[in-house]
C-alpha cells in the first residue's frame, strides 16, 4: 500500500510520510497499548478522556486537547485512565533531525480536522492516496511546529531518495547491496555509507523495516497468519518475519491481533 511514489519529486515524496491513520477511535475502559516498541512516530490526538504514557522511570498524562508525540524505538505502554476516552492517531516517518514537543496543547480546531483527512485518505484507498497522505501530515506538521514550512524541508538527497523508492518498489524481491549497486551504478561500500550518514541505518534494515510494517497490516487488518504475511511480504518463512518483526517492534506478530484492531 506504499508501493506508488510521485515521478516528478521523489525526494520530497519521502519524508513526512503516514504509515497508519486512525480517527476517533474509542478506548474502552482502562484499556491499554503494550509494552510495544514501534518503529516509527506516532501522533496522537485526544478528543475526550485522560491517557498516560508509561515509559521507563517516567509516566506523562495526556487530557483532552493535547497532542502526544510517541518516539521510534522507545518501548512504552499507552493507557486509558478512564472509562472512556476518544482518540486519533498517525503513525508516521519524519525528518530524521526533526522534534515535536513531547504533549502539545492543540488550539487550532485545523488539527483535529487534519488527522480526520489524513485517516480518511488513508482508508479508502486511490491512485494518489500517497501523495496526499504526504500532503495532509505536511499539513499538520506546519501547524504544530512554531518554525513553519522550512523546518520540514527534506533533509534526504535525491540519490539516497530514489534508492529508498526502488527498496518499497521491490519490497518483496531481494534488494541487496549488490543489487542497488548495479541498478545504480554505486559501490556496496558507498551504499552503505550514504544510508548510514543521511538515514541512521543500513539497506537491508530499511527493507526489514519496510516488510514488516507491510506484514503488521496485513496481521492486523486482513487477520492473515504469520506464515501467510511472511509469503507476501518476501520474507523467508515464518521465522525469519517472526525475528525480524520482533527486533523492529519489540514484540512477536503472534501478539497483533491481541492489541490491534483492524481498521
Not at 140 to 162: C, W
Not at 167 to 177: A, F, G, L, Q, Y
Not at 223 to 243: I, N, P, Q
Request: glycine share 4%.
Amino acid at each position: 500500500m506504499y508501493e506508488r511514489i510521485m515521478e516528478n519529486d521523489k525526494t520530497d515524496s519521502i519524508i513526512p510520510r503516514a504509515n497508519i491513520a486512525n480517527y476517533r477511535l474509542i478506548a474502552k475502559p482502562f484499556e491499554f497499548w503494550g509494552p510495544r516498541t514501534i518503529p516509527d512516530t506516532e501522533l496522537i490526538l485526544v478528543h475526550t478522556g485522560i491517557f498516560a504514557l508509561e515509559l521507563i522511570g517516567q509516566t506523562i498524562q495526556v487530557e483532552e486537547g493535547h497532542l502526544l508525540v510517541i518516539l521510534p524505538g522507545e518501548r512504552h505502554c499507552f493507557r486509558n485512565l478512564k472509562e472512556s476516552g476518544i482518540i486519533s492517531c498517525i503513525h508516521c516517518d519524519l525528518p530524521p533531525k526533526e522534534t515535536l514537543p513531547r504533549v502539545h496543547p492543540v488550539s487550532d480546531p485545523e488539527i483535529a480536522e487534519t488527522f480526520r483527512r489524513c485517516a480518511e485518505a488513508f482508508l479508502h484507498p486511490s491512485l494518489s492516496r500517497n501523495e496526499l497522505l504526504h500532503v495532509i501530515l505536511r499539513e499538520l506538521l506546519i501547524r504544530l511546529h512554531p518554525d513553519g514550512l522550512a523546518a520540514f524541508s527534506p533533509s534526504v538527497s535525491e540519490r539516497v531518495a530514489e534508492m529508498v523508492c526502488y527498496i518499497r518498489e521491490h519490497v518483496n524481491e531481494p534488494v541487496t547491496r549488490s543489487v542497488l549497486a548495479k541498478r545504480f551504478h554505486i559501490s556496496p561500500q558507498h551504499i552503505n555509507h550514504l544510508f548510514k550518514t543521511e538515514l541512521g541505518t543500513s539497506p537491508t534494515a530499511l527493507l526489514h523495516l519496510e516488510r514488516a510494517k507491510r506484514a503488521f497490516l496485513l496481521i492486523q487488518n486482513e487477520r492473515r497468519s504469520v506464515k501467510e504475511a511472511a509469503e507476501r511480504t518476501g520474507f523467508c518463512d515464518a521465522y525469519h518475519l517472526s525475528k525480524v518483526f520482533k527486533k523492529v517492534y519489540g514484540f512477536p506478530p503472534g501478539r497483533i491481533t491481541r492489541f490491534f484492531k483492524p481498521q
